[in-house]
């Protein structure tokens, strides 16, 4: 009679102890990396390999640092999208990276749920001290949170349901967050959604008829629209601060992509004197590219009202909110932003990237627009005057708008090995959100590369076949 071999014994520090076998991340990867298109494609979004495929984008890329990365063939890329705006400074960061390690090394009892670790109130502390007007800190996970975190807090703090939003907002993809989603293209299919309310940015006109409802608790507006690279118009912002606090509602700041230096000041509604909002949403680069986390700032008296009492302590909170690891990856953030004055190099290497692009605009007939602050920098594309260039802008119209922008794209990459980004749906809009750590250099081989594309597109060269590929493909998906 033989007997059953006893199950792996796992030892205090997780180890297989009998098996001998360890868990070798670097062997899987030379195993099975080869296999991530296809790996995503039966299991994760199959849609993702199949739009990555038909663009061209559908790279292996090895290894990062900085604002570069680098393919499978040794190739330098220039990364001008930052992973949405996640990696504000760079990939692998020496000092993000040294403070995760030592995080990780210090062996902390983190995540008790019974006590108060040093290190939120630190990062809190040093969040504060660049946001003198706000008072508190909730941490969580994504931007998304930190705006379903602000809207749950604005309507605790005001007795009110409706928040009012911008056409063309972005705020996040969870069910709060959708409701103030000003893109139809988001929303459709997931109603029913909050009862709130768009309105135009920069229209006080309509801000003020909805307040004169008095059912409003909040707007929450982003200084700098991602989607097109919109700016509130000057004065905006401080106009309806006071409209909102004379009808006892909130002003609050999706600081998601345009905080922590962004566009040239720590905050994009610094930009204007006397803007101080009652809750600011802030989120992607205080990850430092490595721990997600979200930051949702605001004043003394909003933080009490929602935590008023002890039976209320966790009435709002999250499971893995201000864990070890990414409140030292946001202290480290903001001690290399502060050491290394990574705010004014946004805004002038910024201001570089933007005078150069705007000096362009009188050369091409198909540039429109170059707007944006610091290195947030939308490039918006128009109908052309000469007739050549009108008839094909016209049949991309036809087919699908904000194909002539894809255009742009798609040789930026396979030509000159520049990732961007169209700003949009049906918007033909590139944005530009790089590492702010992009130096001198990236911005010249940007420029010369964009010039390159330009050329090509107004001579009639080899992109134009691409576009009727694209065309081709947007009618067949109809």
């Given at each position: 009679?033989?007997?059953?071999?006893?199950?792996?014994?796992?030892?205090a520090?997780?180890?297989?102890?009998?098996?001998?076998?360890e868990?070798?991340?670097a062997?899987?990867l030379?195993?099975?990396?080869?296999?991530?298109y296809?790996?995503?494609?039966?299991y994760?979004?199959?849609?993702?390999?199949?739009?990555?495929?038909t663009?061209?984008f559908?790279?292996?890329?090895?290894?990062?640092?900085?604002?570069?990365?680098?393919?499978?063939?040794?190739?330098d890329?220039?990364?001008?999208?930052?992973?949405?705006?996640?990696?504000?400074?760079?990939?692998?960061?020496?000092?993000?990276?040294?403070?995760?390690?030592?995080?990780?090394d210090?062996?902390?009892?983190?995540?008790t749920?019974?006590d108060?670790?040093?290190?939120?109130?630190?990062?809190?502390?040093?969040?504060?001290?660049?946001?003198?007007?706000?008072?508190?800190?909730?941490?969580?996970?994504?931007?998304?949170?930190?705006?379903?975190?602000?809207?749950?807090?604005?309507?605790?703090?005001?007795?009110?349901?409706?928040?009012?939003?911008?056409?063309?907002?972005?705020?996040?993809?969870?069910?709060?967050?959708?409701?103030?989603?000003?893109?139809?293209?988001?929303?459709?299919?997931f109603?029913?959604?909050?009862?709130?309310?768009?309105?135009?940015?920069?229209?006080?006109?309509?801000l003020?008829?909805?307040?004169?409802?008095?059912?409003?608790?909040?707007?929450?507006?982003?200084?700098?629209?991602?989607?097109?690279?919109?700016?509130?118009?000057?004065?905006?912002?401080?106009?309806?601060?006071?409209?909102?606090?004379?009808?006892?509602?909130?002003?609050?700041?999706d600081?998601?992509?345009?905080?922590?230096?962004?566009?040239?000041?720590?905050?994009?509604?610094?930009?204007?004197?006397?803007?101080?909002?009652?809750?600011v949403?802030?989120?992607?680069?205080?990850?430092?590219?490595?721990?997600?986390?979200?930051?949702?700032?605001?004043?003394?008296?909003?933080?009490?009202k929602?935590?008023?009492?002890m039976?209320?302590?966790l009435?709002?909170?999250?499971?893995?909110?201000?864990?070890?690891?990414?409140?030292?990856?946001?202290?480290?953030?903001?001690?290399?932003?502060?050491n290394?004055?990574?705010?004014?190099?946004?805004?002038?290497?910024?201001?570089?990237?933007?005078?150069?692009?705007?000096?362009?605009?009188?050369?091409y007939?198909?540039?429109?627009?170059?707007?944006?602050?610091?290195?947030?920098?939308g490039?918006?594309?128009?109908?052309?005057?000469?007739?050549?260039?009108?008839?094909?802008?016209?049949?991309?119209?036809?087919?699908?708008?904000?194909?002539?922008?894809?255009?742009?794209?798609?040789?930026?990459?396979?030509?000159?090995?520049?990732?961007?980004?169209?700003?949009?749906?049906?918007?033909?809009?590139?944005?530009?959100?790089?590492?702010?750590?992009v130096?001198?250099?990236?911005?010249?081989?940007?420029?010369?590369?964009?010039?390159?594309?330009?050329?090509?597109?107004?001579?009639?060269?080899?992109?134009?076949?691409?576009?009727?590929t694209l065309?081709?493909?947007?009618?067949?998906a109809?």
């Amino acid at each position: 009679m033989t007997t059953a071999e006893p199950a792996p014994r796992q030892t205090a520090r997780g180890q297989e102890a009998d098996t001998g076998k360890e868990f070798d991340l670097a062997g899987l990867l030379a195993e099975r990396g080869g296999e991530r298109y296809d790996l995503h494609g039966r299991y994760v979004n199959h849609q993702l390999p199949r739009m990555l495929h038909t663009i061209g984008f559908d790279k292996v890329y090895e290894r990062a640092e900085g604002a570069h990365f680098w393919d499978a063939d040794g190739n330098d890329h220039l990364d001008m999208l930052a992973g949405f705006g996640v990696m504000g400074l760079g990939r692998h960061h020496p000092v993000v990276r040294k403070a995760l390690h030592d995080v990780l090394d210090a062996g902390l009892a983190d995540l008790t749920r019974f006590d108060c670790p040093p290190l939120p109130g630190l990062l809190a502390e040093k969040l504060l001290s660049h946001s003198p007007h706000l008072d508190r800190v909730f941490f969580g996970n994504s931007g998304t949170e930190a705006v379903e975190t602000a809207l749950k807090f604005a309507r605790y703090a005001t007795g009110r349901r409706r928040v009012l939003y911008c056409h063309h907002a972005f705020h996040g993809l969870t069910t709060g967050s959708l409701s103030v989603n000003g893109e139809d293209g988001f929303r459709e299919g997931f109603a029913p959604l909050l009862p709130d309310t768009a309105i135009p940015l920069g229209d006080l006109d309509a801000l003020a008829r909805e307040l004169k409802k008095g059912d409003v608790a909040a707007l929450i507006v982003e200084p700098i629209q991602g989607k097109g690279v919109h700016e509130a118009p000057p004065g905006y912002l401080r106009a309806a601060q006071e409209l909102l606090h004379r009808h006892k509602a909130l002003l609050i700041a999706d600081e998601v992509q345009t905080g922590l230096g962004r566009t040239g000041d720590f905050y994009a509604y610094q930009h204007e004197d006397g803007v101080e909002p009652d809750l600011v949403c802030v989120a992607k680069s205080l990850s430092g590219g490595y721990v997600p986390v979200s930051a949702t700032l605001g004043k003394d008296w909003i933080f009490k009202k929602v935590y008023s009492s002890m039976d209320r302590v966790l009435v709002h909170s999250a499971s893995f909110g201000a864990n070890a690891q990414a409140m030292a990856a946001g202290l480290a953030v903001l001690h290399a932003m502060e050491n290394e004055q990574i705010v004014a190099h946004a805004r002038a290497i910024g201001e570089r990237l933007k005078s150069g692009l705007q000096a362009l605009t009188e050369r091409y007939e198909l540039l429109s627009e170059v707007r944006g602050r610091g290195l947030m920098i939308g490039i918006e594309f128009g109908r052309p005057k000469s007739l050549k260039l009108r008839s094909r802008w016209a049949m991309l119209q036809a087919a699908r708008k904000g194909l002539f922008a894809q255009m742009v794209v798609v040789p930026l990459l396979q030509r000159h090995r520049i990732l961007t980004q169209v700003s949009g749906d049906h918007l033909e809009v590139i944005k530009l959100i790089p590492p702010l750590v992009v130096d001198e250099a990236d911005v010249d081989r940007f420029l010369e590369a964009f010039t390159a594309v330009m050329d090509d597109a107004h001579e009639g060269g080899l992109m134009w076949d691409f576009g009727k590929t694209l065309v081709k493909q947007a009618v067949a998906a109809r």
